[in-house]
């Protein structure tokens, strides 16, 4: 057990805890925030997507230790009130089927935002590329991602 | 999150003065509809509509939602017949009530049987609402209209909905009523946004996954490693030591680990020796790629599914034979979401709750299990990251009830990805034989199919489109029975028959020298002036896809675009499905499907749309990669890692088109993914020259895997 302290969504929290642990068990075991979902464990699925320092990582395979004294946001501290441009892209366009992948995506999708406010097609491509939405989203998602990179310019 | 039986009846209360009706949401039985002013009399019917004396409508869903959009649809119908703005519709989630008949979701069913009775509950409101409203205005109630959730009159008196509740609530229910035509519909046939989007978008916990109850014990279970294997003995001294593991349990065959962090649940898994033992056999996917060339072959195993005429006949006599096999895996359904259940079983209660398709089953089974009658076991119903089938299964919520039977606490079950892949239920393999009879001029004088699959059941649809159409047909299966668990699998059997049935008659139409729709069309011809025996679906609907779909991705016209042709029928609802390829720099590359859905009056199209797009990419995906390999009884692909699910770059433009006849509406959750893998492989065939006879296509033809 160790002393981990993380900033979550504006947060403080110190926390004794396996060091080990991966940030996502952390996450929606210790301090009930369940809006980051877990898929596969093992950094395939990417339904498990929160922020680091502003940047997309897996939280799944991110031992809590390593993210001791980062800044973290998690879905539920993407926007106060559920008004990111992606999430408002996101239910204009009716996204969701089950809804299970969504979050990881959205994540992911903010990640690339930041980063590339006007992402070409192929960009947008690349960087969802990796979040699988069972339900097979993946049309309408390109689209939203569109749609908000539109919305924030 | 779902509302506890309490709360619900609370929310009943609350609205008690509004005007309450209650009806028959999902059954087969007659509607029913009264005004309900006690708790009590609630209890006798299948769904609330309550208007509340702000107008704010509510309106209760039984039935369980798993991304089909059901949770959307059915209030939208209610609402298009009482005439009221969807801004002020409010959707519940029931949980697992006696008031309800028929609580599950499954087979694209719901949507037929429920139509009438849900335009009626509407209905039925509306005109309660203009009968009190005209007994105060002193008029008569047919000088009276509705819209957007008011009253008026042609004097220009208005009253809200609202307003009226209480008035209308003390009238009796009219026992007859009149529903819109059709063609009126304001509602029905827009772009709905799902219900539960504000909470899906924001992270809040909605599933059962998420699902936390207070003194709750977390648990995972070790299954046996392969099929065909049962628990001998564990050793769990050093795994119970671990800090957070509360307890590790037998329970059955298998191992319960329970704890209070999912992470040191985990890590606790791998340090406990199990011992398995062999109990059945050990059945490896090279065996029954033997057992179905053996069961194909062998007449004496052969149940008859459908005959007519003289096939033997007809194929002594044919000019020209086409024959060919076709072979599918074994699939997981890997929904998003992995399987978990919460129990707490009591001296003589129970509390279930979690993601399920069939809450009622699920309870049997429990009460079974337990001893405790079903009354005094309660069911919440949670959200679900996904069905596709796996969630009709109640396994996983009986597992959950036996480890709080065994443990005296209340546990929620969790599988782990590798738990749930590996954990059965799966779509079973099956291997299809088909021989087609061709006379001089090319027309089909003789058809004959065999099916043989493991745990299968019956794997033909003998009923089903060519049957009809062919004077000589003959349609037999044979079921291998394993140790390998199978289950329902979004559009069962259909799901990769139609792919076999489809690519084959591309080949009988290639081999008779027609063009494969025109081929079709003939042969829906012949079912339209004289059909052949007992036949499932209506050939007019049929050739009205097919002409359509035609049209849309002009067929046969297009320069350097080649084109797959694929239609079927199923769940009620009629697919037509062209895939297109193209050569970029010599690379042949799959760039659009046209999708031509006739489903009836299609109820809410951004709900369709998203059934459309995803049966696509998930036929395509389980078409092009889905594979569960089989070794001495152990599945090998255990996570995503190996069991490879399409993703973003790799899929197709979709162009979705519905036919709009005005017809009731039929399932929509399963009916585009049957005719996808045939639209797929007949346009490979059509740019490569080569036909795929098995899936995963790109384990059939490794070049096809650049092809998307
Ligand atoms: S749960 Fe982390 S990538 Fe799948
Ligand atoms: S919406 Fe169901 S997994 Fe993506």
Redesign the pocket.
């Known amino acids: 057990m160790a002393i981990v302290k993380l900033k979550i969504n504006g947060k403080a929290y110190e926390s004794d805890v396996d060091p080990e642990m991966p940030l ?1 068990w952390y996450l929606r075991e210790e301090i009930e925030l369940v809006g980051t ?13 929160v922020h680091m320092n502003g940047t997309a990582v ?4 991110l031992p809590v230790s390593s993210a001791d004294g980062a800044e973290i946001t998690t879905i539920e501290g993407l926007s106060e009130k559920g008004d990111h441009p992606l999430q408002k892209a996101w239910d204009e366009l009716d996204v969701p089927q089950c809804g299970y992948c969504q979050a ?1 995506q959205i994540m992911t999708a903010a990640s690339l935002l930041k980063d590339n406010p006007k992402p070409s097609l192929e960009d947008i491509e690349l960087a969802m590329g990796n979040n ?1 939405c069972r339900c097979g989203t993946y049309h309408r998602i390109r689209e939203a991602v569109k749609l908000a990179a539109e919305k924030m310019n | 999150m779902a509302h506890s039986r309490r709360n619900f009846l609370k929310a009943f209360s609350t609205v008690s003065g509004g005007l309450i009706i209650g009806f028959d949401w999902a059954a087969n039985k007659a509607f029913a509809s009264e005004v309900i002013k006690t708790e009590a009399a609630a209890l006798n019917f299948n769904a609330f509509l309550s208007i509340a004396s702000d107008g704010i409508v509510s309106i209760t869903s039984p039935n369980p939602e798993i991304g089909q959009g059901i949770k959307t649809a059915f209030p939208v119908i209610v609402a298009e017949e009482l005439d009221v703005d969807w801004a002020n519709v409010k959707v519940l989630q029931a949980d697992l009530s006696p008031a309800f008949d028929r609580q599950l979701t499954g087979g694209s069913g719901a949507i037929k049987h429920s139509w009438e009775r849900l335009r009626k509950a509407g209905a039925t409101a509306r005109q309660m609402l203009i009968e009190a409203a005209a007994n105060k205005w002193q008029v008569e109630a047919r000088t009276c209209e509705t819209s957007k959730g008011w009253v008026s009159h042609s004097s220009g008196k208005k009253l809200s909905y609202g307003e009226l509740a209480e008035a209308a609530s003390k009238l009796a229910p009219p026992t007859e009523v009149t529903l819109k035509p059709v063609d009126s519909f304001k509602l029905i046939g827009g772009f709905i946004k799902g219900v539960d989007n504000p909470s899906v978008l924001t992270g809040k916990p909605l599933y059962g996954i998420d699902l936390k109850k207070e003194g709750m014990y977390l648990a995972q279970l070790i299954r046996p490693t392969a099929f065909g294997m049962k628990l001998k003995s564990f050793d769990a001294s050093e795994a119970e030591k671990m800090p957070g593991i509360t307890q590790v349990v037998a329970v059955g065959n298998r191992v319960a680990v329970l704890g209070k962090s999912t992470w040191q649940i985990m890590q606790a898994r791998k340090k406990i020796n199990i011992e398995w033992e062999k109990d059945g056999n050990l059945e490896s996917s090279s065996d029954h790629d033997k057992l179905f060339k053996e069961y194909l072959d062998d007449t004496s195993k052969a149940q008859l599914q459908r005959k007519d005429g003289d096939v033997e006949k007809a194929f002594k006599e044919a000019a020209k034979i086409v024959e060919a096999e076709y072979q599918c895996p074994f699939l997981p359904h890997s929904p998003m979401e992995p399987m978990n259940f919460y129990a707490d079983v009591r001296a003589d209660s129970v509390v279930l709750a979690g993601p399920t398709q069939t809450p009622g089953r699920a309870r049997a089974s429990v009460s079974k299990l337990t001893g405790i009658p079903e009354d005094k076991i309660t069911v919440e119903l949670t959200k679900m990251g996904g069905g596709f089938g796996r969630r009709l299964d109640d396994g996983y919520a009986i597992e959950a009830a036996e480890i709080s039977k065994a443990t005296g606490k209340p546990v929620k079950l969790i599988w782990t ?1 590798e738990d749930d892949m590996t954990g059965g239920y799966y779509r079973p393999a099956v291997r299809y034989r088909f021989k087609a009879a061709l006379d001089k001029a090319g027309n089909i004088t003789g058809y004959y199919s065999k099916g043989v699959g493991i745990n299968t059941g019956n794997p033909m649809r003998q009923d089903n489109f060519p049957a009809g159409a062919i004077e000589n047909l003959l349609i037999e299966s044979y079921d291998h029975k394993s140790t390998i668990t199978t289950g329902p699998w979004r559009a069962p059997i259909t799901n990769f028959l139609a792919y076999a049935e489809q690519s084959f008659l591309d080949e009988v139409a290639k081999t008779a020298g027609k063009d494969p729709i025109k081929m079709r069309l003939e042969l829906i011809d012949k079912v339209v002036k004289n059909p052949v025996g007992k036949i499932t679906y209506e050939p007019e609907r049929f050739r009205v896809v097919m002409q359509t779909a035609a049209d849309k991705a002009g067929w046969g016209k297009k320069k350097g675009v080649y084109q797959g042709f694929s239609v079927y029928f199923s769940h009620n609802s009629y697919v037509a499905q062209i895939a297109e390829m193209e050569k970029k720099k010599g690379q042949p590359v799959l760039t659009k499907v046209y999708a031509v859905t006739d489903c009836g009056i299609v109820i809410n199209q951004s709900g369709a749309q998203n059934q459309i797009y995803g049966a696509i990419t998930d036929g395509l995906s389980h078409a092009m990669y889905g594979k569960l390999t089989f070794k001495n009884g152990e599945p090998l692909e255990k996570n ?1 890692d190996t069991y490879r699910v399409i993703k973003m770059p790799e899929v197709p433009q979709v162009e979705a088109h519905f036919i709009d006849n005005g017809i009731d509406p039929t399932g929509l959750g399963e009916p585009a993914l049957p005719p996808l893998g045939g639209a797929v492989a007949n346009a490979i065939a059509a740019t490569t020259g080569k036909r795929l006879y098995s899936q995963p296509f790109n384990m059939a033809d490794d070049k096809v895997e650049s092809y998307l």
């Open positions: 996502l979902k877990y898929g596969c464990g093992i950094a395939q699925c990417g339904a498990c997507t897996r939280s799944c395979v990881g699988i | 990805r995503y």
